[in-house]
């Protein structure tokens, strides 16, 4: 009996961490003129894999980022305001929120990274650049206002706009999201 339990157990486990998603990363093979195109992505943890932020482009709900997982965003040029956030009970997201304005220009590609982080690895201090370490510190600040459940560990939400040659690098090992489950698919419209 308890061997089947056991067994329960790990299958529930592991379906929390299932991702349904579409093909591996394929860039487009031509992007508009006219707007920007943002590829959001999460490349794969270890840490908080079955959780997920909700992405939000000018608090317009895009989708929610899975594990492995990318969505491609059409903007027009200008600043947007990019956010990523969950809950702990919701979305099983408990690394802190984390906006990002951003200047976009027509007929460009950009990268953004969104990354699960548990404050005090190596991790952290290993991952922060310039441009990331603000975002981390206003994560690690709302997560210090809004507090931790206890036992639960600290975390933070790491956004960092990457250039293309990263990006492009760290993109290929992700999958497109599909429609399912209430998700939106893999390619937004136009703001």
Not at 89 to 110: C, D, K, Q
Not at 120 to 146: C, F, H, P, Y
Not at 163 to 185: C, F, P
Request: hydrophobic content about 35%; overall charge negative.
């Amino acid at each position: 009996m308890k061997f089947a339990n056991l067994i329960i157990l790990i299958l529930l486990i592991s379906s929390c961490a299932t991702v349904e998603t579409g093909n591996k990363f394929q860039p487009l093979a031509s992007i508009p003129e006219d707007k920007a195109t943002i590829y959001i992505y999460r490349p794969d943890t270890y840490f908080n894999r079955g959780g997920w932020p909700e992405i939000y482009i000018n608090n317009q709900l895009q989708t929610s980022l899975l594990n492995t997982s990318y969505i491609i965003c059409h903007v027009m040029p200008g600043e947007h305001r990019i956010k990523a956030e969950g809950s702990t009970w919701g979305t099983n997201w408990y690394p802190g929120p984390v906006e990002l304005e951003y200047t976009f220009s027509a007929g460009i590609s950009y990268y953004l990274r969104i990354t699960p982080v548990q404050t005090g690895s190596t991790d952290v201090q290993n991952t922060l650049t310039e441009s990331a370490m603000t975002n981390a510190v206003l994560g690690a600040a709302i997560r210090l206002a809004v507090g931790n459940l206890p036992g639960w560990p600290t975390a933070i939400t790491l956004m960092e706009m990457v250039d293309a040659d990263t990006g492009m690098i760290e993109i290929q090992e992700t999958y497109r999201l599909v429609e399912s489950n209430n998700k939106r698919t893999g390619e937004t419209e136009p703001f």
